[in-house]
């Protein structure tokens, strides 16, 4: 019976894996297909022939009738891995300070404003994109990259999310070093930090990926495509090139393939981080 059940969980697991993993191989195939032909009938599931033009398009300029066409990618993907990479730095700064003084610093109003913080987490991000690009506005942060990297910086989530990994550290470790007459910021950069990595890896990973994958927000402040994040380079090609699967499959390769990699690295950290709050908290 064991064996039977070990069986069942494995091709189980198996199954789910391979139903995950096919939608991106398939993708992966089709950005290596001609142009036009992931379009005919019968469907092909694999190439008559490999070819990387697609991926010369979109990444190398190219000489169109006399003049220069460029789809922009390659700036576009350096735009998101500096927006999230200073979105992702500066906004740890913030949070996960803030989510350590809400779980271990007692101060007036502390209950008040934590429920207000939790009750703002039902509000949904899209309710409040006009008025803050009003805002912005007003301020002429708009179509600049501090008008698109400000609203990510105090994320709720991070702050709840760093607060309730914070918690499960015991308060004699922190009450211990304050007797030994350190002072708060000590206590929070040798004895509290060095407990959070996995947790603070874990939410870097979350951030840099909301970062480089937001599209909306981007999409309302930036007007200027020299400034445009991947996102909305890859919508801009898609508008005039929707019938052209092979390039926009190309396309999303090389909007999925930085995540990944940075996925694989951090995984240790992601699982660790993970497992180590459900364990505790």
């Given amino acids: 019976m064991k064996r039977l059940r070990t069986v069942v969980t494995t091709t189980a697991a198996a199954l789910l894996t391979a139903l995950t993993i096919a939608p991106l191989a398939y993708m992966v195939i089709v950005s290596f297909m001609p142009r036009g032909e992931s379009t005919t009938l019968p469907t092909p599931l ?128 922190i009450d211990a070093a304050r007797i030994d007459g350190a002072s708060e910021g000590r206590v929070f950069v040798h004895i509290v930090l060095p407990l959070l990595v996995p947790i603070v890896v874990t939410l870097a990973l979350f951030m840099f990926l909301g970062s480089w994958n937001d599209f909306l927000w981007p999409l309302i402040v930036l007007a200027d495509q020299h400034l445009y994040t991947l996102p909305v380079a890859v919508a801009a090609i898609a508008r005039e090139h929707a019938a052209d699967g092979e390039l926009m499959m190309a396309a999303a390769v090389v909007t999925t393939i930085p995540v990944l990699l940075l996925f694989l690295t951090l995984q240790r950290y992601y699982l660790t981080g993970l497992l180590g709050g459900s364990i505790k908290g």
């Fill in 46 to 173: 694999w190439p008559s022939r490999w070819s990387g033009e697609n991926y010369y398009e979109l990444l190398v300029r190219r000489q169109v009738d006399g003049g220069w066409f460029d789809y922009r990618i390659v700036p576009a993907l350096l735009n998101s891995l500096g927006v999230a990479a200073i979105s992702t730095v500066l906004g740890l700064l913030l949070t996960v300070p803030a989510g350590y003084a809400f779980a271990k610093l007692r101060f007036r109003g502390r209950e008040r404003l934590l429920q207000l913080l939790i009750a703002s987490l039902v509000v949904p991000g899209q309710v409040a994109m006009l008025p803050l690009f009003l805002i912005f506005k007003e301020l002429g942060l708009v179509n600049s990259y501090a008008g698109l990297i400000l609203p990510s910086l105090a994320g709720i989530f991070a702050v709840l999310f760093v607060r309730q990994a914070t918690l499960a550290i015991p308060d004699e470790m």
